[in-house]
């Protein structure tokens, strides 16, 4: 939703893209702060969540959530952008409880070499609410809740009221559901012993510039292609695009979770892929107000990634450095061409995103022992990748274009590349998997 507003405010507030961008500064800034906070509570007096337990956890992330959302009424009411700002960031801290909690909970619900598996499988539903956000949102801000004529902060009342009332409705869910029970015995370890962990340190740094070229791409693309020497589209039809971008996602965190799980026979293994892409994407066009003549292109970012999954190998570490030089090919590609070259190579980016969150973050904490849950908040303060990187992209974008500021996120990639080259030739999870089955 947070792209749907960028535009939106801009046009509302008259702001600069540095400016626009402080959305994303307040929003994964939160994340950053909530983590300080949690790693100096869980340092002092000991973990928080392992204390009052995931579930807990996890209901008190939708609250503030709610609470943030709730925040949006009195800011379109006095039409003040701080407001917004604030509303925004209270927020981010509702979802870094539910990054630590949930995240850390999909974890401990299997073996920790089928970890990336079970997290590209959550995500991919994440994906799932970031495909319609752009279409179900940007049409109810965009159009159906818009004041005729003209662009007003009103729009954005109710449907934030509705997304306040739907995570009241969803902590009333996971109230009433039982859910097994995870305690950590470990003594807290004093300083910071997770930082002697080489994985760790690359780790976050990986989790910094994926979050901020993610963030930053999907941020730009609609006033990207608004470019007259790119698409020359209006918000309504490139929030269309927007939410292809983020299918992608989906697409390929679905086909990871299966790509990247233990024990299928390869044949199988490549069916349920091909088939899981096959619906995923028809699934998208269901959503999005495009035609399958307005898309057919995509098709051949479907078929690089099941490639892509193939020279992989199953391996979280190969997979992962695999889409970053993908993607450094496809950023630049956007960077160098004029029109729909350059529109198609900065959509294509989404789906090999795809796996990068949970590959990093499974191979960041691997091996980490007592220190993970420590390891852990170290990882999510780094989503401040989100706040600064889409900031910087803004100050130089209001300097030399939209079109030469993607080589923010083009140099996030090359670092991505790095680290996933890295656990290859060092840590990658499927090589333990395999000595452990051949009794090494």
Not at 5 to 31: D, E, N, W
Not at 135 to 142: A, D, F, P, S, T
Not at 161 to 167: D, Q, R, S, Y
Request: net charge positive.
């Amino acid at each position: 939703m947070n792209d749907i507003l960028i535009p939106h405010l801009r046009s509302l507030f008259k702001l600069s893209y540095t400016q626009s961008m402080l959305v994303q500064f307040c929003f994964f800034g939160a994340y950053f702060i909530g983590s300080v906070i949690y790693f100096l509570i869980s340092y002092f007096k000991g973990d928080p969540i392992n204390k009052i337990g995931y579930k807990n956890g996890i209901l008190l992330g939708l609250l503030i959530s709610a609470i943030g959302c709730g925040l949006f009424y009195p800011a379109a009411s006095l039409s003040v952008y701080g407001v917004f700002l604030v509303a925004l960031f209270t927020l981010g801290l509702g979802f870094t409880l539910l990054q630590i909690a949930a995240n850390a909970y999909v974890s401990l619900l299997g073996s920790e070499e089928t970890a990336s598996s079970r997290l590209n499988l959550t995500q991919g539903f994440n994906s799932f609410g970031t495909t319609i956000a752009p279409v179900l949102g940007g049409y109810m801000i965009l159009e159906f809740f818009a004041d005729k004529g003209h662009i007003s902060a009103n729009s954005t009342k109710i449907p934030y009221l509705i997304f306040a009332v739907l995570f009241l409705l969803l902590g009333l869910i996971i109230y009433k559901v039982k859910l097994p029970v995870f305690t950590n015995d470990d003594t807290a370890e004093k300083g910071l012993g997770a930082l002697k962990f080489p994985q760790l340190k690359r780790g976050i740094f990986g989790i910094f510039f994926y979050v901020g070229a993610e963030v930053a791409i999907g941020s730009f693309i609609i006033i990207f292609l608004k470019q007259n020497n790119i698409a020359g589209l209006s918000e309504s039809i490139s929030k269309n695009f927007l939410a292809l971008y983020w299918g992608g996602a989906m697409i390929g965190r679905f086909i990871g979770a299966i790509s990247l799980s233990q024990g299928l026979p390869p044949l199988k293994k490549g069916f349920y892929m091909i088939a899981t892409s096959v619906l995923v994407f028809a699934l998208i066009l269901s959503i999005v107000n495009l035609t399958f003549a307005d898309i057919y292109p995509y098709l051949i970012f479907m078929l690089l990634n099941l490639i892509g999954f193939l020279l992989g190998k199953s391996a979280a570490a190969r997979t992962l450095f695999i889409f970053a030089i993908i993607n450094i090919v496809l950023v630049g590609t956007a960077i160098l061409f004029m029109g729909h070259i350059a529109m198609w190579a900065i959509i294509g980016v989404g789906i090999f995103n795809s796996i990068m969150y949970s590959n990093i973050y499974t191979l960041s904490i691997s091996g980490l022992g007592k220190y993970t849950s420590q390891g852990s908040s170290l990882l999510v303060m780094a989503i401040l990748g989100g706040a600064l990187v889409p900031v910087l992209q803004g100050a130089i974008a209001d300097m030399i274009g939209i079109q030469k500021a993607m080589v923010i996120p083009l140099v996030c990639y090359l670092y991505i590349a790095y680290f996933g080259y890295y656990c290859w030739k060092n840590i990658d999870l499927s090589l333990i998997t395999h000595k452990k089955a051949a009794g090494h």
